[in-house]
């Protein structure tokens, strides 16, 4: 059993920077891709990034590459998604989720493949 519990969300201005946390409980936290997930009102939840649970291996959606970071602490069991140049097509309820995998080097990106899920926050950004 993992728990999630998100922080960081808020408002800030187009081209502004936010940095989000992802705090997990459980013993096995060390089996489990984490990733970040997105979703605005009337549309499916989308991949954002995730990264292996090896941290060794992150991987992105188009649409962030190069603005965006994921990152984590396993003694901690804190996972990160570092947000930069955000945009107003960024604001979205941001989910953090785990997913237990075997290859330490994999990094599902599709929602059914993660198991545990954050209670989500709102990122806003205002043009």
């Known amino acids: 059993q993992v728990q999630l519990v998100e922080s960081g969300g808020g408002l800030v201005q187009t081209g502004g920077s936010l940095r989000l946390s992802c705090a997990a409980s459980?013993?096995?936290?060390?089996?489990?891709?984490m990733g970040w997930f997105r979703q605005v009102p009337g549309k499916e939840r989308e991949f954002v990034a995730g990264i292996s649970r090896s941290g060794t291996a992150t991987y992105y959606a188009d649409f962030v590459k190069g603005r965006f970071t994921i990152s984590g602490d396993n003694a901690k069991k804190t996972v990160y998604l570092q947000m930069n140049s955000l945009k107003p097509e960024d604001t979205a309820v941001y989910y953090c989720?785990?997913?237990?995998?075997?290859?330490?080097?994999?990094?599902?990106?599709?929602?059914?493949?993660?198991?545990?899920w954050g209670q989500g926050n709102q990122v806003t950004v205002s043009s």
């Open positions: 989720a785990a997913g237990r995998v075997t290859a330490i080097r994999r990094v599902p990106d599709y929602l059914g493949e993660y198991d545990y």
């Open positions: 459980g013993r096995t936290f060390s089996d489990y891709a």
